[in-house]
């Protein structure tokens, strides 16, 4: 998967070659202000399912936008583990809370996964599964300081 600088270069250059502005390109994409589209194009964020489907819709090939070609052996061992990282869970019960919210989240996704490759589909599963995690343990914080 590329950086998140080299997706906006590319979101950005996707955009330009398909509308004669900026703001045409974020219209196009349903954003209400510059500053959203310009979070991706800055590389401050990966692209969401969301972003990506429209993107997609736009005429957009994802598995493009977010191969990293340099990296080959890299994308081989992405595909067979992920993004690297180790998931560690505090419970068994956050393991089934978390997986069972990115198997939604990739069942809402299931038309774009349908096309992409492998070791796309696997270290987005990854990234999900470490942004549900994050999610998940602020809510838990939020929950004990209102219980405490």
Do not use: W
């Not at 994802?62 to 994308?75: F, N, P, S």
């Not at 978390?98 to 198997?103: C, G, K, L, P, T």
Request: glycine share 6%; proline share 1%.
């Amino acid at each position: 998967m590329v950086s998140k600088e080299e997706a906006g270069r590319r979101i950005r250059q996707f955009g330009q070659s398909r509308f004669k502005t900026m703001a045409e390109f974020r219209r196009a994409l349903g954003f209400k202000s510059d500053q959203h589209l310009y979070c991706y194009l800055r590389g401050e964020s990966y692209p969401g399912f969301e972003l990506l489907d429209k993107l997609r819709r736009l005429g957009c090939n994802i598995d493009d936008l977010m191969r990293d070609e340099g990296a080959a052996a890299l994308a081989e061992q992405k595909a067979e583990y992920g993004t690297g990282k180790e998931i560690r869970y505090k419970s068994d019960a956050e393991k089934r809370e978390v997986e069972a919210a990115v198997e939604a989240l990739v069942d809402v996704a299931a038309s774009y996964f349908q096309f992409a490759e492998p070791a796309t589909v696997k270290t987005l599963k990854q990234i999900l599964t470490e942004e549900e995690l994050k999610r998940h343990r602020r809510r838990e914080m939020v929950k004990q300081k209102k219980e405490g």
